[in-house]
Antibody, heavy 121, light 107 residues
Framework: EVQLLESGGGLVQPGGSLRLSCAAS????????MSWVRQAPGKGLEWVSA????????YYADSVKGRFIISRDNSKNTLYLQMNSLRAEDTAVYYC??????????????WGQGTLVTVSS | DIQMTQSPSSLSASVGDRVTITCRAS??????LAWYQQKPGKAPKLLLY???RLESGVPSRFSGSGSGTDYTLTISSLQPEDFATYYC?????????FGQGTKVEIK
């Protein structure tokens, strides 16, 4: 059974940093691209970032480019999102999601339960 | 970026009704379209991909159609557990983009 378990969310002040983790199990992690998708309170879904199975290719939404870094440790079956220079508009539930293929361009067949990031003073 | 426009933004329907939600892309996405269902406080769940392919385990009352820029999600006979918000998503190009969502409420 595929499982994705996010952690690392919380309350952070504007300008601060946070690192999210997503522990994956139930599939061969390094064979699949992964992504982060967020949802602001009461709003729709927004794609944030994606990374290829090897970690060699990464992509970012313009809204987070230069501030967020996606990475993965295939030896630990874990996906990360390092979030720096956080802004109030980054407040959202962050989901990690599995893409059913090696390429980063795809839909999301499994999602984690989400972790809430709140940016506020 | 490819813009995805869903309609309607919300609808009220009764159990047993046939429900149709549409999604229009700002350019041809060659059937690279997925549909998701999201219930309050839960993660989205994949329903269909490649515009019309049903994800394993999803009831057959859900179906998808379309081509080019225009796509449709149909629920043939609405069930109590189908009251939720539905999103379309294009994966033809990065950034993958979502529609704004359609909330299906009980009439």
């Amino acid at each position: 059974e595929v499982q994705l378990l996010e952690s690392g969310g919380g309350l952070v002040q504007p300008g601060g940093s946070l690192r999210l983790s997503c522990a994956a199990s139930g599939f061969t992690f390094n064979n699949y691209a992964m992504s982060w998708v967020r949802q602001a309170p009461g709003k729709g879904l927004e794609w944030v970032s994606a990374i290829s199975g090897s970690g060699g290719s990464t992509y970012y939404a313009d809204s987070v480019k230069g501030r967020f870094i996606i990475s993965r440790d295939n030896s630990k079956n874990t996906l990360y999102l390092q979030m720096n220079s956080l802004r109030a508009e980054d407040t959202a539930v962050y989901y990690c999601a599995k893409i059913p293929g090696y390429s980063t361009s795809g839909y999301f067949d499994y999602w984690g339960q989400g972790t809430l990031v709140t940016v506020s003073s | 970026d490819i813009q995805m426009t869903q309609s309607p933004s919300s609808l009220s329907a009764s159990v047993g009704d046939r429900v149709t939600i549409t999604c229009r892309a700002s350019q041809d996405i060659s059937n690279s379209l997925a549909w998701y269902q999201q219930k309050p406080g839960k993660a989205p769940k994949l329903l269909l991909y490649a515009a019309s392919r049903l994800e394993s385990g999803v009831p057959s009352r859900f179906s998808g159609s379309g081509s080019g820029t225009d796509y449709t999600l149909t629920i043939s006979s609405l069930q109590p557990e189908d009251f939720a918000t539905y999103y379309c998503q294009q994966y033809y190009s990065t950034p993958q983009t979502f529609g704004q969502g359609t909330k299906v409420e009980i009439k």
